[in-house]
């Protein structure tokens, strides 16, 4: 049987794609989830990411929106 796994792209964690995003949403939350198509997601890291900012707690935000992007898989 002839497997069609070379015509998918690589997709969920680990994938060159998530790696890509969660470096992008490390440096700006957000950002990972923006590239990935997650607009909602997006809207709602950066939104916290500022809230957290105000009471010194951003970097989770950066911790936590980098882990998102890169774990990150798809619905096929």
């Known amino acids: 049987m002839k497997s069609d796994a070379y ?3 690589d997709v969920g964690p ?3 794609g998530n790696v890509i995003a969660a470096l992008c949403s490390f440096l700006l939350p957000g950002l990972g989830q923006l590239i ?3 607009v909602f997601a997006a809207l ?3 939104i916290l990411f500022g809230v957290l900012w105000m009471v010194m707690l ?3 935000m950066h911790i936590w929106s980098a882990l998102s992007a890169a774990w990150y898989q ?3």
Request: overall charge positive; proline content about 11%.
């Open 36 to 38: 990935q198509g997650r």
């Open 58 to 60: 951003g970097w989770v």
């Open 7 to 9: 015509l998918t792209p």
């Open 14 to 16: 680990g994938a060159a």
């Open 44 to 46: 709602l890291h950066f």
């Open 74 to 76: 798809p619905r096929r």
